[in-house]
């Protein structure tokens, strides 16, 4: 299966699958972004083929990382860690506390009728991500990714 990857200048991409629906679909790295479905459902947490094929095809291009402002901390490692990084990455011990804490109080207040397991806000995100965070707990980069996803809803909804 290849992927045509076109650049748009800048951090954007058309990237079309012929094997697929052969729509294209347009990529921005700087997001990192992406107009397919797949990527609308998952979001940023786990990358679409056409991102994964973006960076791969940025990577392959020596000058790619002149052309924009990203560096891979902030960029690529968002969207496809390196394989050799990914036995070292484990949960910041300070998200799996925020994240432990979410869970907690949103199953308390499930219990004392607070809210019902179909109120979908913040803390139930939260308590989302925090309970995919513990079954991924034999992937720690993954498991790694859910807390902090955890811990940015919490953060973000308390300085709200
Ligand atoms: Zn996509």
Known sequence: MTLTVQSLGGTRYRVTDPAGSGQPHVVDLAGPTCDCPDFAFR???????????????RESDPQGGLLDALSDKDTLDVIDPP???RGLEAPDPE????????????????RDHKRSATTFDALWVAAC???WAREAQGTPHLAARWYAMARAVIERETAA
Do not use: N, Q, Y
Not at 44 to 54: D, E, N
Not at 95 to 109: C, K, N, S
């Open 129 to 131: 991500a925090t309970m």
């Open 83 to 85: 394989p050799h990084s």
């Open 43 to 57: 979001g940023r947490l786990r990358p679409c083929k056409h991102g994964r094929a973006a960076v791969a095809f």
């Open 95 to 110: 998200a799996v506390a925020i994240a432990d804490v979410a869970l907690a109080l949103w199953r308390r207040e499930l």
